[in-house]
Nanobody
Framework: QVQLVESGGGLVQAGGSLRLSCAAS????????MGWFRQAPGKEREFVAAITWSGGSTYYADSVKGRFTISRDNAKKTVYLQMNSLKPEDTGVYYC????????????????WGQGTQVTVSS
């Protein structure tokens, strides 16, 4: 079993940056691909970014491509999401999650989820 704890959210002005972290417990972290998802008020959860277990491949939603960067440090059992040039539409609760397979944007494929961290971008 894997437990995930997100951190790094907060309030930032449009154009600013935040770095989210997702710390994992459990010995099998390095065998999981990891993803970031977000959910805005009144909207469904949506895919943001994903990274394979080795960190060798990444995948981004079109809405964040070129602005967000996902990375991981298996020794620290942590995955990161660097968010630059933030926009008000990036506001939401950000979740990290684990996936046994290769990279995917499908939330139902992900097994373990964190509690989320709030990101608010003001205009």
């Amino acid at each position: 079993q894997v437990q995930l704890v997100e951190s790094g959210g907060g309030l930032v002005q449009a154009g600013g940056s935040l770095r989210l972290s997702c710390a994992a417990s459990g010995r099998t972290f390095s065998s999981y691909s990891m993803g970031w998802f977000r959910q805005a008020p009144g909207k469904e959860r949506e895919f943001v970014a994903a990274i394979t277990w080795s960190g060798g491949s990444t995948y981004y939603a079109d809405s964040v491509k070129g602005r967000f960067t996902i990375s991981r440090d298996n020794a620290k059992k942590t995955v990161y999401l660097q968010m630059n040039s933030l926009k008000p539409e990036d506001t939401g609760v950000y979740y990290c999650a684990t996936y046994r397979g290769s990279i995917s944007s499908v939330s139902s494929y992900y097994r373990y989820w964190g509690q989320g961290t709030q990101v608010t971008v003001s205009s």
